[in-house]
């Protein structure tokens, strides 16, 4: 079973791709992007294992970038789902004491 969430736009080369509590913060990041006529898709992880690989792969269309928000130090779901990327450039927003905003989001997002 793989549950997710995709809002995938045409063009993008970078994929925010969130899970539980960074879902929200992930969505008004990608609606401020878009808001500044930027491209950016995104997904929503809703069943973290089994590792959605078919329908993360399935999303990667032209994509060469893919954040990872994580309210973690070392990027705990990014180390367990690297071996789905080939040639994307995996980057983490990771924090803990403070949820991320949606601006941590955007400064890592590089056009």
Same mark, same amino acid.
Do not use: H, M, Q
């Given at each position: 079973m793989e549950l997710v969430? &995709?809002?995938?736009?045409?063009? *993008?080369?970078?994929?925010?791709?969130?899970?539980?509590?960074? *879902? &929200?913060?992930?969505?008004?990041?990608? &609606?401020?992007?878009r808001m500044q006529g930027k491209k950016v898709s995104w997904m929503n992880i809703l069943s973290l294992f089994p590792i959605p690989?078919?329908?993360i792969k399935a999303s990667l269309n032209d994509i060469q970038r893919v954040l990872i928000p994580e309210e973690n130090l070392t990027g705990l779901y990014r180390s367990s789902i690297r071996h789905v990327f080939d040639t994307q450039e995996l980057i983490g927003v990771n924090k803990i004491g403070g949820m991320i905003?949606?601006?941590?989001?955007?400064n890592e997002v590089i056009y």
């Open positions: 969430k &995709r809002d995938l736009e045409d063009g *993008a080369k970078t994929l925010i791709l969130s899970y539980g509590i960074t *879902a &929200r913060t992930a969505k008004e990041a990608v &609606r401020k992007i690989e078919n329908k905003t949606p601006e941590e989001i955007i």
